[in-house]
């Protein structure tokens, strides 16, 4: 078990650019979390996956937002023509089956976006 | 739709001290998961202590135990014995028992100092 994992830990970017990051979860976590977090507030969800299903979505998941789970292992969340208010922390988590508040909720190092 | 309120932005102590961070929530669930989660500088959230609504005994983790008042909706967080690697910022967070980590609420967070 080496935790949730997450690549690149600070992306920089210019407005209107395509980022993609990467989540590793826990290998037999079946349940994966992306939410972002801005400054002075708590993370807020985006999407999850079930599997390699992807479950449910925010509204605050623009468009220009796409996550997809591949064979239920990693993860990746690509944002398309990058916004400023794009800025944020992103984190992944995963949790075993279930995915309830008794079960323990892993969040990774999480990803620093700054668009510039 | 839940809230939950942290409504100190800012606390220190001294090291080996006391402190205590408040929480107070908004919910007409009955059947919930309260959590406090320590997200140090530049590292992963982990959880610290996980209260389950139903249970009347007040959950307890070494040096950090909580005091959970079902009625008047608060769920502080007592630090015992302060450590300086208790630095962090301390989010409490709620989940209804009828969804999972895809419905938590967060709240905004409370920065602890140590001082040494």
């Known amino acids: 078990d080496t935790g949730v994992s997450q690549n690149p830990r600070h992306k920089i970017t210019k407005r209107g650019q395509n980022v993609t990051f990467r989540c590793d979860p826990i290998s037999e976590h079946n349940r994966l979390y992306w939410y972002r977090q801005t400054l002075g507030q708590g993370p807020e969800f985006l999407t999850y996956?079930?599997?390699?299903?992807?479950?449910?979505k925010s509204r605050l998941l623009s468009d220009r937002f796409s996550a997809e789970r591949p064979k239920g292992s990693f993860s990746t969340l690509e944002i398309q023509r990058t916004e400023q208010g794009d800025s944020a922390m992103y984190l992944c988590a995963s949790s075993p089956s279930g995915g309830k508040g008794n079960s323990p909720l892993h969040f990774g190092n999480g990803t620093r976006l700054t668009v510039t | 739709a839940q809230t939950v309120t942290q409504s100190q932005p800012e606390m220190s102590v001294q090291e080996a001290e006391t402190v205590t961070l408040s929480c107070t929530y908004d919910?007409?669930?009955?059947?919930?998961?309260l959590f406090w989660y320590k997200q140090p500088p530049s590292r992963q959230m982990i959880l610290v202590i996980r209260q389950e609504a139903y249970k009347q005994q007040n959950a307890t983790e070494n040096r950090f135990s909580v005091n959970f008042q079902k009625a008047a909706k608060s769920f502080s967080l007592k630090i015992s014995d302060s450590q300086l690697g208790d630095t962090a910022m301390y989010f409490c967070a709620f989940i209804p028992d009828s969804g999972g980590y895809q419905k938590v609420t967060f709240g905004t967070g409370t920065k602890l100092q140590v001082i040494p």
């Open positions: 996956f079930q599997n390699e299903a992807q479950l449910e």
């Open positions: 919910t007409s669930e009955n059947n919930y998961y």
